[in-house]
C-alpha cells in the first residue's frame, strides 16, 4: 500500500539555523500538506499546497515558514532561523481530490 | 472557525469490553469527519471518515462511529477492545484544505 514518507525521522538543530523537512507524499496525489504537534498539544494545520502553489496557510505559518515541491516527488517544509517554540513533531499528509488526507510518520524536530 | 472537542482525555478500559470516545464538533458550513489513531511513536493513521451517505461508518480493526449532525457528535465505538488498541484516538473536521483536530484521547487497555 502506498504512504507518505519523511525524512529524517528527528532532528537537533540550534537556535537560529534553517532546517529542511522532506517528504515524498504518495505518488498519485495532488494536495500537500505540512502540520506540527508540539508536545502534548493539538495537530495544528500549517499549510496546504496545490498547483505548485500555497492554498491556504495558518497564522502559524508566518514569514519563517516555506514550502517547495523541488521536483516531481518531494515536498519540503524551511525554517529559515528556528526559534525553541519550534520545537515540535511535523507531520507531511497528501490527499487526492476527495479530500481524505494521509499522513506520514513525522519528523522530531528539537530547536536547542 | 470550526473546532473539535474531545471532552474524554483519557479512557481506561479492561480488554473485551465495549468503548466509545466522545467527539462533538462545530462548524457554520458542511463538513467531513474523520477520526485518525496514533500507536506510540509512530505517525496518524486513518481510521474511519465520513464523507456523505450512511451515517454509519464502519473502519479499520473493528471500529464504527455515527454521525448525527442534530447533535454535532461524531463518536467512536468497538464491541469488544484488545490491548492492541492502546493508542491516541484523534477527531478531526475538514473544511476547505484544513483539518482541524481534536485534542485526543488517550486510549488505555487494562488485560
Known amino acids: 500500500e502506498p504512504e507518505v514518507t519523511q525524512t529524517p525521522s528527528h532532528q537537533v538543530t540550534q537556535m537560529g539555523q534553517e532546517v529542511i523537512l522532506r517528504c515524498v507524499p504518495i505518488?498519485?496525489?495532488?494536495?500537500f500538506y505540512w502540520y506540527r504537534q508540539i508536545l502534548g498539544q493539538k495537530v495544528e494545520f500549517l499549510v496546504s499546497?496545490?498547483?505548485?502553489?500555497?492554498?491556504?496557510k495558518s497564522e502559524i505559518f508566518d514569514d519563517q515558514f516555506s514550502v517547495e515541491r523541488p521536483d516531481g516527488s518531494n515536498f519540503t517544509l524551511k525554517i529559515r532561523s528556528t526559534k525553541l517554540e519550534d520545537s515540535a513533531m511535523y507531520f507531511c499528509a497528501s490527499s487526492e481530490m476527495e479530500g481524505t488526507q494521509y499522513f506520514g510518520p513525522g519528523t522530531r524536530l528539537l530547536v536547542l | 472557525a470550526q473546532s473539535v472537542t474531545q471532552l474524554d482525555s483519557q479512557v481506561p478500559v479492561f480488554e473485551e469490553a465495549p468503548v466509545e470516545l466522545r467527539c462533538n464538533y462545530s462548524?457554520?458550513?458542511?463538513?467531513?469527519l474523520f477520526w485518525y489513531v496514533q500507536y506510540p511513536n509512530q505517525g496518524l493513521q486513518l481510521l474511519l471518515k465520513y464523507l456523505s451517505g450512511s451515517t454509519l461508518v464502519k473502519g479499520i480493526n473493528g471500529f464504527e462511529a455515527e454521525f448525527n449532525k442534530s447533535q454535532t457528535s461524531f463518536h467512536l465505538r468497538k464491541p469488544s477492545v484488545h490491548i492492541s488498541d492502546t493508542a491516541e484516538y484523534f477527531c478531526?473536521?475538514?473544511?476547505?484544505?484544513?483539518?482541524?483536530f481534536g485534542k485526543g484521547t488517550k486510549l488505555s487497555v487494562i488485560p
Open positions: 462548524s457554520s458550513v458542511s463538513v467531513y
Open positions: 499546497f496545490y498547483n505548485n502553489e500555497i492554498s491556504e
Open positions: 478531526a473536521v475538514r473544511v476547505s484544505y484544513q483539518l482541524t
Open positions: 505518488s498519485n496525489h495532488l494536495y
